[in-house]
């Protein structure tokens, strides 16, 4: 099964790719946190990816595009994968598209996770990620069980560089410049699921197990 995350930064993409990955035995694939992985180990890659992210803009296509070519060859992705954060412009989903027709592969659905951009700045502010596992948190709605220190890892949880209000506001209006028309891109391949974002984390994953199937 093949499945792409769409929406909002902050609209839950990454919550519920993580519970999809678990519950169909794929891997969660985000290059949010590939990136975010060569930026803590200062990779080439990483350095060149910060200087956008910081910004709330877009890493440029080819980067991201090289990237997930590879992240597709290991061995994991043979039954499909859940891509949180890709693709993010056009070109990018016809670079995809492009891959998987050469193997006569498709994606299966695109589900676009709704929250309208008043909810996301409440919801990036109160975002904790742990700068071991990246694991992710909500001080209100989802609060580790010790504050400030990851459950999986034992390491220390940080509000993310770019998850400060002017910064969400950019990546807010780079998303529907650049990421909003895949919604059309994918309506009209007839892969568009649509699923309201803003109910809690558990009846959001049930709509999405509605339309992926038990
Ligand atoms: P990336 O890491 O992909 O960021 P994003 O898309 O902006 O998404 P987020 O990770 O911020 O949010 P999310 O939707 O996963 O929400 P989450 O589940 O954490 O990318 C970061 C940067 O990398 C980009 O800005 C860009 O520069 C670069 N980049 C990455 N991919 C790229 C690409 N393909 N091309 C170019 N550049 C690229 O939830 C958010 C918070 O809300 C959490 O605290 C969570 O606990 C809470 N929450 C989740 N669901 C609910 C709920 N239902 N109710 C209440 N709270 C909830």
Redesign the pocket.
Same mark, same amino acid.
């Given at each position: 099964m093949k499945i792409i995350m769409l &929406?909002a !930064?902050?609209?839950?993409?990454?919550?519920q790719a993580k519970r999809i990955a678990a519950k169909y035995s794929i891997p969660h694939i985000?290059?949010?946190?590939i990136?975010r992985a060569n930026i803590k180990n200062n990779t080439e890659l990483g350095q060149k990816?910060k200087t956008?992210?910081d910004k709330?803009?877009?890493?440029p296509d080819e980067l991201?595009v090289d990237l997930i070519m590879d992240r597709f060859k290991e061995a994991d992705c043979a039954n499909g994968y859940v891509l949180? &954060?890709? !693709?993010?412009?056009i070109p990018?989903a016809e670079a995809l598209d492009k891959a998987l027709t050469a193997n006569k592969e498709a994606v299966d659905f695109a589900i676009n996770v709704e929250v309208p951009d008043e909810n996301i700045i409440n919801?990036?502010s109160?975002?904790r990620a742990c700068v071991g596992c990246g694991a992710?948190?909500?001080i209100e709605?989802?609060p580790s069980k010790s504050e400030g220190i990851c459950d999986v890892c034992g390491e220390k949880l940080i509000l993310r560089d770019?998850d400060k209000p002017e910064t969400v506001k950019n990546?807010l209006s780079v998303y529907h410049e650049q990421t909003q028309p895949l919604i059309e891109y994918y309506s009209k391949k007839n892969v568009l699921k649509e699923v309201d974002?803003t109910?809690?984390?558990e009846e959001?994953f049930s709509s999405i197990v509605d339309v992926l199937g038990k």
């Open positions: &929406g !930064p902050g609209a839950g993409k990454g919550t985000s290059t949010g946190d990136f990816a956008y992210m709330g803009e877009l890493v991201v949180d &954060g890709f !693709p993010r412009t990018q919801r990036m109160g975002r992710t948190y909500h709605f989802n770019d990546r974002g109910k809690d984390m959001v």
